[in-house]
């Protein structure tokens, strides 16, 4: 399964729920997730997309880690059920 079929259905899934899933991009900052996820409940959450299968490069780990530290969740999706599961997570 392509990455774009992935971040495609999450964008979807988001939205039809009433979030925003915003493509973001840091022109400063190298390996930052793919996704802000913007919830209803005053949640925010990064998402980075991968192909199934595809693990992080080693920047984007190190991106994770940095957002984690600060207390931001950052979820890695690579499938439709991964998809499901995210937001089952953060939606109830």
């Not at 899934?13 to 997730?33: N, T």
């Not at 490069?57 to 880690?65: A, F, S």
């Amino acid at each position: 399964m392509r990455e774009k079929q992935i971040e495609a259905r999450l964008k979807r899934e988001i939205e039809r729920r009433g979030g925003l899933a915003l493509k973001f991009a840091s022109p400063s900052i190298a390996g930052m997730p793919d996704r802000l996820i913007l919830l209803p409940t005053g949640i925010v959450v990064f998402v980075e997309l991968k192909a199934q299968g595809k693990n992080l490069r080693p920047l984007q780990q190190k991106r994770k880690r940095q957002l984690e530290d600060l207390g931001f969740k950052v979820y890695v999706i690579d499938s439709y059920r991964k998809v499901e599961l995210f937001v089952q997570e953060v939606m109830g």
